[in-house]
């Protein structure tokens, strides 16, 4: 009785490890397993059958879509640029995206080539000033360069007329190294450090709203790489003396300049230039307020004032003053009789190291 027991216990003990034999075994040939493996581990997939599948889908699978893989990168690479138009992106920092900077060379460029920093008017059209520059560039053979601000990473006066120097609710000062002035020179020493430009120096020029960003960033910015510069049709300015309350002077200025700054900014080579027909008082974008006003009625009026008051200043301080003044007859407000003016002007400026207005 008690060999009949034994033998049922060990059918059933050998009946029990055939079942778990047989369900492991299907369980390998349902998923591929080995023996030993986590069968709850991601399975491998098998290969698709069509090369077309494997580009639509391998990015969805062995990268995750983030709403950053747009943004341009961090850093820039040029090591060349093409002749004719074209552009390139520039790190703006903080939340910003990257500045679009419009260039243009003519053929046989290079990396001697004098280059120009264009800045546009009030409406960032970089690209429409970059047109205007090509066929003086061809004539007298200038890089052109020209960044773009938009008024969405670079909102109003403050973000583009003033250099975004300051938080516009705040009224705080942001870092150095988002000041439009600031990227404007770092665009420049890219190039040179990336051997596009063997030029230590660049030219500067800025009509309506890019003048009042020139002649700011001439003000407040210690010893850009600045040649020369040209500054044409300002609506408004910071007078470079303490008399007046910041923006229209340097009292109370977030950037405080030194005697000695302004006297590197006296002694640069600076054309003021504007129009003799740009005096219309009721123009649709010349600022009105009390501080712009006591400037001058329109541009022509303020353009004098500003170049007396900084000649006066260079005077009264003894310091050398290397500015000129010229109000262009039969011209109004427009940037593109000012860049073919303008154009001459620095092609004069490489042949005989001075403006000729």
């Given at each position: 009785?008690i060999?009949?027991?034994?033998?049922a216990v060990l059918?059933l003990?050998f009946?029990?490890t055939?079942k778990a034999?047989d369900?492991?075994?299907n369980?390998?040939?349902?998923?591929?397993?080995?023996?030993?493996?986590?069968?709850?581990?991601?399975?491998?997939?098998?290969?698709?059958?069509?090369?077309?599948?494997?580009?639509k889908?391998?990015p969805?699978?062995t990268?995750?879509?983030?709403p950053?893989?747009a943004?341009k990168?961090p850093?820039?690479v040029l090591?060349?640029l093409?002749?004719?138009t074209?552009?390139?992106?520039?790190p703006?920092?903080?939340n910003?995206?990257?500045l679009?900077?419009y260039?243009?060379?003519?053929?046989g460029?290079?990396?001697s080539t004098?280059?120009i920093m264009?800045?546009s008017?009030?409406d960032r059209n970089a690209s429409?000033y970059?047109n205007d520059w090509?066929?003086v560039?061809?004539?007298y053979?200038?890089?052109?360069v020209?960044p773009?601000f938009?008024d969405?990473?670079f909102?109003g006066?403050y973000?583009?007329?003033l250099?975004?120097?300051?938080?516009?609710?705040?009224?705080?000062?942001?870092p150095?190294?988002q000041?439009g002035?600031?990227l404007?020179n770092d665009?420049?020493?890219?190039?040179?450090?990336?051997g596009?430009t063997?030029?230590s120096?660049y030219?500067?020029?800025?009509n309506?709203a890019g003048?009042?960003?020139?002649?700011?960033?001439?003000?407040l910015l210690p010893?850009?790489?600045v040649?020369a510069?040209i500054c044409?049709a300002?609506?408004?300015w910071t007078l470079p003396?303490t008399?007046q309350?910041w923006?229209?002077g340097?009292?109370?200025?977030?950037?405080k300049v030194?005697?000695?700054?302004?006297?590197e900014y006296?002694a640069?080579p600076?054309?003021?230039?504007?129009g003799?027909?740009?005096?219309?008082p009721?123009?649709?974008?010349?600022?009105?307020s009390?501080g712009?006003m006591?400037?001058?009625?329109n541009r022509?009026?303020?353009?004098?004032?500003f170049?007396?008051?900084?000649?006066?200043q260079?005077e009264q301080?003894?310091m050398?003053?290397n500015?000129?003044?010229v109000?262009?007859p039969d011209?109004?407000?427009?940037?593109s009789?000012?860049?073919?003016?303008?154009?001459?002007q620095?092609?004069?400026?490489?042949?005989?190291h001075e403006?000729?207005?």
């Open positions: 009785m060999k009949v027991l034994r033998w059918l003990i009946s029990a055939a034999d369900l492991s075994n369980n390998k040939s349902a998923t591929g397993a080995a023996p030993g493996v986590n069968s709850s581990a991601p399975v491998a997939a098998a290969a698709p059958s069509s090369p077309a599948v494997v580009a889908t391998s969805a699978v990268k995750a879509v983030s950053k893989a943004v990168p850093a820039i090591k060349t093409a002749d004719g074209g552009s390139f992106f520039y703006a920092g903080a910003k995206k990257p679009e900077v260039t243009y060379q003519p053929a460029t290079d990396a004098p280059i264009v800045m008017g009030a429409t970059r090509i066929k560039a061809d004539q053979h200038f890089r052109i020209v773009r938009t969405q990473d909102p006066v973000g583009y007329n250099g975004n120097i300051q938080d516009p609710k705040t009224h705080h000062r942001v150095k190294s000041w002035f600031t404007v665009i420049f020493n890219t190039l040179r450090q990336q596009i063997t030029q120096q030219y500067l020029f800025g309506s003048c009042q960003f020139v002649h700011r960033m001439l003000t010893q850009p790489e040649k510069a044409a300002a609506g408004w003396d008399d309350r923006p229209y340097l009292r109370a200025s977030p950037i030194s005697q000695s700054q302004l006297a006296f640069k600076v054309l003021i230039a504007v003799a027909n740009d005096d219309d009721e123009n649709r974008v010349l600022r009105h009390k712009a006591a400037q001058g009625t022509l009026e303020r353009a004098e004032n170049f007396t008051t900084s000649q006066q260079a301080n003894y050398p003053f500015w000129h003044f109000a262009l011209v109004a407000h427009g940037g009789n000012m860049s073919i003016y303008a154009a001459g620095f092609s004069r400026f490489e042949q005989q403006f000729n207005p």
